[in-house]
């Protein structure tokens, strides 16, 4: 059954997020890797534990180096690293996208692309799937340096609205999740993702 108010965006830091996409039976075993649930059954596990091996280990190194976090960009580049070694053992046709906010970074945050081959690109948007068919091009034409949060909002919004009308699977439900100075918080949720 299809599960239309699943949050597939879980917070790895205080300030920063991964959002993934997939086969859920993929989304599961990529968030679960190295956890020894790998008896679990996909449909099964719990969702709230999305990328909890990735975020367990941002949080190891971090213990281990003096409470030094991670920028962005190396979140980006270890998360590109295990698709990669996956990849060569069993791969997960998972796709990602990792925002955060850093403090020594030009305007703050940063935004990746990876796709389930391991690649990774830093971009100023982001889409995946067959939705991105049809939001990338709003996004080009939107999208300008200096936007504020609202602005962005406003970006994603007629995204929605334009899902809503044209893509084939009707979505009802989305969530629109906000990374920045104050960390991670939801600015919109059309349910409750823990409503299954």
Known sequence: MYQQNLDKIAELSSHSAMGVSGPNCDLVNF??????????????????DQCRYISKNLALYELSNDGMKLSTHAQAN????????????????????????DENVPNGGSLYVMDYLGSCQKVNYGAQGYA????????????????????????VEHCIRELNMRFLLNQSNFIIKVVDKDGVRTVKADSDPTDN
């Open 31 to 48: 968030s679960e890797l190295g956890t020894g649930l790998s008896d679990v059954t996909p449909h099964l596990a719990p969702y709230h």
């Open 132 to 155: 991105s068919n049809f939001t990338l091009s709003i996004m080009d034409r939107d999208w300008e340096e200096g936007l504020n949060e609202e602005q962005a909002v406003k970006i």
């Open 78 to 101: 270890f998360c590109r690293g295990e698709l990669a070694k996956a990849l060569r053992k069993g791969p997960f046709q998972v796709n990602v996208i990792l925002g955060g906010y």
